[in-house]
């Protein structure tokens, strides 16, 4: 489908529970871009830093929607998913809290990944 594609994919989910229809959106497309063999980089920011706890992607539901944990295990597999250091502060998320395979970095890491050769950049 992507075949030869060098560009990398950097995803970033600004909703969770609050806005459901949009951060399924985020995650939906990150997954089916790292599927299809694309470097993805998937930011968990405001209300989507909540996912980044064990558990919470599981609680998720929106009717005709892939299960979030789903999506959230094929990112992980392939791909880098990051918690804003911010948002994870206000949230009293930590380095020790987050699943498996999840960092936790600033705007200096996210600038940096956007603006790098080939990269792509999505906001949800």
Same mark, same amino acid.
């Given at each position: ?22 951060? @399924? $959106?985020? +995650?939906?497309?990150?997954?089916? &871009?790292?599927? /299809? ?7 968990? !920011? =405001? ?9 919470? @992607? $599981?609680? +998720?539901?929106?009717?005709?929607? &892939?299960?979030? /944990? ?7 597999? !392939? =791909? ?45």
């Amino acid at each position: 489908m992507l075949g030869g594609m060098a560009r990398t994919l950097v995803v970033k989910a600004t909703a969770g529970a609050d806005s459901p229809e949009r951060c @399924a $959106q985020a +995650f939906t497309v990150a997954a089916t &871009a790292a599927a /299809a063999g694309v470097p993805v980089s998937l930011w968990l !920011t =405001g209300e989507s830093a909540w996912f980044a706890l064990p558990g919470h @992607a $599981q609680n +998720f539901e929106l009717p005709h929607s &892939a299960p979030l /944990a789903e999506l959230l295990h094929v990112i992980l597999s !392939t =791909g880098t998913v990051t918690a804003c250091t911010q948002c994870a502060a206000r949230r009293d998320i930590g380095t020790g809290d987050v699943i498996p395979g999840v960092r936790i970095a600033g705007a200096a890491v996210f600038v940096e990944e956007t603006m790098a050769e080939g990269a792509q950049a999505l906001v949800y």
